[in-house]
């Protein structure tokens, strides 16, 4: 490889790297366990991966067209060990939705329809995915406030908890 083609590729690869984007690591999720005791450690998807992010952007401002999140999948596989071919199900909780824009809306109703945020549906094919989703057309360009108070939550194929936001130690 000549300088001149390394020189390039760190071209192209810098928006990348620089980034506008926050990357957030999902670690798998286990059962719940009921009560006060200790429960042994199950996996409550029998689904695996090698690595999956979230991607959100790093502006302080959002509006029409913009990036809502992005996923990155790497090693999905299913519970006899090979690569999935598939969809799996990024789920954002329902969020506090405030308008402020002119005319004002106020703060729509936590059990309104309008606040719902719709699953986001992620093509796997051989155990890998780089999904983006945009924001809608309608979404008001100013004076909107949406409040997150949990974790997006990604299901496997069979529609049971695979993964989420937070941190683990090696194994």
């Given at each position: 490889m000549t300088i001149r083609s390394s020189?390039?590729?760190l071209l192209a690869a810098a928006p990348a790297l620089a980034g506008g984007l926050n990357r957030s690591p999902l670690v798998p999720i286990y059962a719940r366990c009921p009560g006060s005791g200790n429960c042994p450690a199950v996996r409550s998807s029998s689904y695996t991966f090698d690595s999956m992010y979230l991607y959100?952007?790093?502006t302080t401002y959002s509006?029409?067209?913009?990036l809502a999140l992005m996923l990155q999948v790497k090693g999905l596989k299913d519970p006899n060990g090979s690569l999935v071919t598939g969809r799996i199900t990024v789920v954002v909780p329902q969020s506090r939705v405030?308008?402020?824009?002119d005319p004002p809306l106020g703060t729509i109703g936590d059990q309104s329809q309008l606040a719902e945020q719709p699953p986001y549906v992620v093509?796997?094919?051989?155990g890998a995915a780089r999904a983006k989703f945009l924001t809608p057309a309608n979404?008001?360009?100013k004076g909107?406030?949406?409040n997150t108070f949990g974790a997006p939550?990604?299901?496997d194929p069979e529609g049971k908890e695979l993964a989420s936001t937070g941190t683990q130690s090696k194994p």
């Open positions: 020189f390039l590729l959100s952007s790093r509006g029409p067209g913009k405030t308008i402020l824009s093509d796997v094919k051989n979404t008001p360009a909107l406030v949406v939550i990604v299901y």
